[in-house]
DNA sequence: ACCACAATTGCAACAGAGTTGCAATTATTA
DNA sequence: TAATAATTGCAACTCTGTTGCAATTGTGGT
C-alpha cells in the first residue's frame, strides 16, 4: 500500500531506499500538513540519530521532494511537494497558511499567487504567501 | 541630526535612553534594509552584550518599532516600521523582498499585498508576502 | 543636583539547533 | 555474492537563543 509508494519517490529521485527515508516519508505522507524537524524527530521514535534526520531533510529538498515554509518563530517547517517540483527549484509558488490556534501548517495547493507589481528594477524569481489565521478545523 | 530623532523615536515608545537602545536604532536608520540579530551584533562592535541586543529586539518588537521578517533559512530579519505600528499588533500587511545576489531583505512599502479568497472555513488574520528574485542594485 | 526607585545591563550558565569528520554499516550493481 | 558507493551513527563542536541574578544605569520628584 503506501510502502509501495515510498518505494517509488525514492527510486524515482535516484535515492537508495533505506529505513530513515522510508519513515520520514511516511510521516510526511501520513500528515497533511507541514512538519518542522523536531516533529519528526519526535515523531520517528528514537530510532533515528538527529544528523539523519537532517541530512534526510536536506537531501528532500535538494531532490525537491519536500519544500520549506518559512516562519515568523525561527523554525522552518517542511512539506511534501505533491506536484513534482522539478528537482531542487520550485518554479510553482506556494501560499502556506499557520493556524494561530492549533499552530498545523498546510501549503494550500489549490490557492494562487496573485501577481504583483514590483517598483522598477526588481525581478521576481519566487513568491512565497505566508497567511496566518484560524484554520477549518479551528473554525466554528 | 539622527540623535534627536533616535531620542524622540525612544521617548515615544515609553523606553528609557540607552546607549545599547540608541546604537541599534542607529544602525536601524542607517541601513535601508533589514537586519538579522547577528548583523547586528557584527556591527554594533563588542560594545554589547548578546543578551542585551536579543532583550532590546525583543522590546522593540513589542512596542512596534520594528517587525520580523520570517526568512526560509531560519534567521529572522528586522526592519523598522515607517509608519506607525500600533504597539506589538501589525494591522498592516508586509511584502518584503530578499535578494538572491546580494542578500539584502527590504520592507516593500509601496507595495499592496492582494487579498486571497481562501478556502470554506479559513480566516485570514495576517498575510506576509515573500519575493525572492534580484533587487534594484544588483540588476544592471 | 540629589535621592530613591525602576529599568536596563552584563555575566554565567544553560538548552537547543544545526554542522562536520570519520569509521562502521548498509544498499546497489554487476 | 563480492566490490563499490551511499548512508548512518557517534562524538565533538559551533551558533543561537534563554534565564536568573547581581551590578549598573536611567528617571522623576524634590
Same mark, same amino acid.
Given at each position: 500500500?503506501?510502502?509501495?509508494?515510498?518505494?517509488?519517490l525514492?527510486k524515482?529521485?535516484?535515492?537508495?531506499? #533505506?529505513?530513515?527515508?522510508?519513515?520520514?516519508?511516511?510521516?510526511?505522507?501520513?500528515?497533511?500538513?507541514?512538519?518542522s524537524?523536531s &516533529?519528526?524527530?519526535?515523531?520517528?521514535?528514537?530510532?533515528?540519530?538527529?544528523?539523519?534526520?537532517?541530512? #534526510?531533510?536536506q537531501?528532500f529538498?535538494?531532490?525537491?521532494l519536500?519544500h +520549506?515554509?518559512?516562519?515568523s518563530?525561527?523554525?522552518?517547517?517542511y512539506a511534501?511537494?505533491k506536484?513534482?517540483?522539478?528537482?531542487?527549484?520550485?518554479h &510553482?509558488?506556494h501560499v502556506?497558511?499557520i493556524?494561530n490556534?492549533?499552530?498545523?501548517t498546510?501549503?494550500?495547493?489549490?490557492?494562487?499567487?496573485p501577481s504583483i507589481a514590483?517598483? &522598477?528594477?526588481?525581478?521576481?524569481?519566487?513568491?512565497?504567501?505566508?497567511? +496566518?489565521g484560524?484554520c477549518?478545523?479551528?473554525?466554528?
Amino acid at each position: 500500500m503506501m510502502e509501495q509508494k515510498i518505494d517509488e519517490l525514492l527510486k524515482k529521485n535516484h535515492l537508495s531506499i #533505506t529505513g530513515g527515508r522510508r519513515k520520514i516519508l511516511e510521516l510526511f505522507l501520513q500528515q497533511d500538513g507541514a512538519l518542522s524537524h523536531s &516533529d519528526i524527530e519526535r515523531r520517528a521514535g528514537e530510532k533515528f540519530d538527529r544528523v539523519t534526520v537532517y541530512r #534526510t531533510l536536506q537531501t528532500f529538498l535538494e531532490k525537491g521532494l519536500i519544500h +520549506s515554509i518559512p516562519t515568523s518563530d525561527n523554525s522552518i517547517r517542511y512539506a511534501l511537494c505533491k506536484d513534482d517540483c522539478s528537482g531542487g527549484q520550485h518554479h &510553482d509558488d506556494h501560499v502556506h497558511f499557520i493556524c494561530n490556534a492549533c499552530g498545523t501548517t498546510v501549503c494550500l495547493e489549490g490557492v494562487t499567487v496573485p501577481s504583483i507589481a514590483l517598483p &522598477d528594477g526588481y525581478v521576481t524569481e519566487q513568491v512565497e504567501m505566508l497567511i +496566518s489565521g484560524v484554520c477549518k478545523s479551528c473554525n466554528h
